[in-house]
């Protein structure tokens, strides 16, 4: 299973985004995907996850970014997406998206929570 992340760059504040995933060997409608970031010095940290499309497939998003960000899929290119508008100086991080081999019943927002890791996209924002 391999995913990976793309789409990042350098955007000044209020730009916008959108980063990418694309898996092989796991089709994404039926997994969790999260994405989560990790700025220089901080704990990798929950962004926001989509469920699998049997689950309904809302998205969950961590408080700093509801509003802005929007999660989504291509199930036809394998592919969740995460729309980033009104970015921050803040936001600036290295974006991951991960998969969740089983569906768990809590809110999945944990590292531990998902399997398999993309190698990440750098997000810079200059404010």
């Known amino acids: 299973v391999q995913l990976q992340a793309s789409g990042g760059g350098s955007v000044q504040a209020g730009g916008s985004l959108r980063l990418s995933c694309v898996a092989s060997?796991?089709?994404?409608?039926?997994?969790?995907v999260g994405w989560f970031r990790q700025a220089p010095g901080k704990e990798r940290e929950f962004v926001g996850n989509?469920?699998?499309?049997?689950?309904?497939?809302?998205?969950n998003y961590v408080d700093s970014v509801k509003g802005r960000f929007t999660i989504s899929r291509d199930n036809a290119k394998n592919t969740v997406y995460l729309q980033m508008n009104s970015l921050k100086f803040e936001d600036t991080a290295v974006y991951y998206c991960?998969?969740?081999?089983?569906?768990?019943?809590?809110?999945?927002?944990?590292?531990?929570?998902?399997?398999?890791w993309g190698q990440g996209t750098q997000v810079t924002v200059s404010s």
């Open positions: 991960a998969l969740a081999e089983r569906h768990l019943a809590g809110p999945m927002i944990r590292a531990y929570d998902y399997d398999y």
């Open positions: 060997g796991r089709t994404l409608s039926r997994h969790a």
């Open positions: 989509i469920r699998r499309s049997a689950y309904g497939g809302s998205p």
